[in-house]
């Protein structure tokens, strides 16, 4: 099937020349598969160190560079090229397939010996799996949670509370379940390296562009759930992920910044959508609630606390009770 990878580059071209290197012992010579490389208006050298890769290693018959003149987002970013590639039907004049498969891959990411094949036959074997996602990985190996559940109201105390007892509770609940070494039906996969058929875009459009970061592909895998497509998760299709080297949310061994506001804000983007919002309110509320008393916990136990500066006070700031349920 007509694959057509999507990665979209926001000041990150070291790394995103990195992932290209990666991906081009695996589609040189291949007619079936092209990289869409958008450059979200980095106003960097970006589009410059981009082409030159391109043009240096010969990768120009299977990469194409689209300079957008705005950063809308990570939705945003992904949607003009994921536009582009669907509005061929049929191969045309200039040389284009129609795209059957979409393959969303982070700059920030390596991509390991047959990781598109094995998404590939995992669709093949599941024709009502319309979302397949890849195993996460450190460059040593090491797996990365990469596949969960929807967020709940069971989700977000026990994400505020953080207390073992309540973990084990609501064990069928949290989003982030033990990582499996078998293929496995899930709610949604990790946005870095996910594969989606040219159908389930037909159903429910593109991504959600009013997610500027983060949600986006969690809501987008909602929405296939209702319009009655699957998600998988298939670990045989291996990614190295540099967590957060592409994005603003840095990874707990590092010094913490403040959270990014869009990321708030696209939170309550997806509750409100999603619940609705007085049940957004409710979730709010809870989670302060139990996260409150976690860091009164933390403090009286003397346990160091890696979440980022004024992250209580942040969300809050930024919760549906103050901010309404505008989205």
């Known amino acids: 099937m007509n694959t057509s990878i999507v990665i979209v580059n926001y000041r990150t071209a070291p790394l995103t020349c990195d992932c290209l290197a990666s991906l081009a012992t695996h589609v040189v010579g291949r007619s079936d598969v092209h990289v869409a490389l958008v450059d979200n208006a980095s106003g960097d050298d970006s589009v410059d160190v981009l082409r030159a890769a391109i043009e240096a290693n010969g990768w120009q018959s299977w990469v194409t560079l689209m300079p957008l003149d705005r950063n809308g987002g990570f939705a945003f970013g992904n949607n003009a090229a994921i536009r582009d590639v669907l509005a061929v039907t049929s191969d045309d004049a200039g040389g284009r397939s129609k795209t059957d498969l979409v393959w969303l891959l982070n700059p920030d990411t390596l991509v390991r010996e047959g990781?598109?094949?094995?998404?590939?036959?995992?669709?093949?074997?599941?024709?009502e799996v319309g979302i397949v996602g890849s195993r996460l990985e450190d460059r040593d190996g090491t797996a990365q949670r990469s596949a969960f559940r929807f967020p709940s109201l069971a989700s977000e105390i026990d994400d505020g509370l953080r207390l073992g007892i309540v973990s084990r509770l609501f064990s069928k609940k949290i989003i982030a379940p033990p990582i499996s070494e078998s293929a496995i039906r899930t709610d949604w996969v990790c946005g870095a390296s996910m594969l989606i058929r040219r159908e389930v875009?037909?159903?429910?459009?593109?991504?959600?562009?009013?997610?500027?970061?983060?949600?986006?592909?969690?809501?987008?895998?909602?929405?296939?759930?209702?319009?009655?497509?699957?998600?998988?998760?298939?670990?045989?299709?291996?990614?190295?992920?540099?967590?957060?080297?592409?994005?603003?949310?840095?990874?707990?061994?590092?010094?913490?910044?403040?959270?990014?506001?869009?990321?708030?804000?696209?939170?309550?983007?997806?509750?409100?959508?999603?619940?609705?919002?007085?049940?957004?309110?409710?979730?709010?509320?809870?989670?302060?609630?139990?996260?409150?008393?976690?860091?009164?916990?933390?403090?009286?136990?003397?346990?160091?606390?890696?979440?980022?500066?004024?992250?209580?006070?942040?969300?809050?700031?930024?919760?549906?009770?103050?901010?309404?349920?505008?989205?």
């Open 201 to 327: 875009f037909e159903a429910i459009s593109v991504l959600d562009e009013n997610y500027f970061m983060y949600y986006e592909e969690t809501d987008f895998c909602r929405q296939a759930a209702l319009a009655g497509w699957a998600c998988g998760y298939e670990p045989r299709s291996r990614v190295v992920h540099l967590v957060g080297q592409a994005s603003g949310v840095q990874i707990q061994s590092k010094p913490q910044k403040r959270r990014p506001q869009y990321w708030f804000e696209s939170r309550r983007r997806y509750f409100v959508k999603n619940h609705g919002f007085l049940f957004t309110c409710v979730t709010d509320l809870a989670w302060g609630a139990c996260y409150s008393l976690y860091r009164i916990r933390a403090a009286v136990q003397r346990k160091t606390v890696t979440d980022p500066p004024c992250f209580l006070f942040d969300f809050f700031r930024n919760s549906a009770i103050v901010r309404g349920g505008a989205m």
């Open 115 to 127: 990781a598109l094949e094995h998404m590939i036959a995992y669709l093949d074997a599941n024709p």
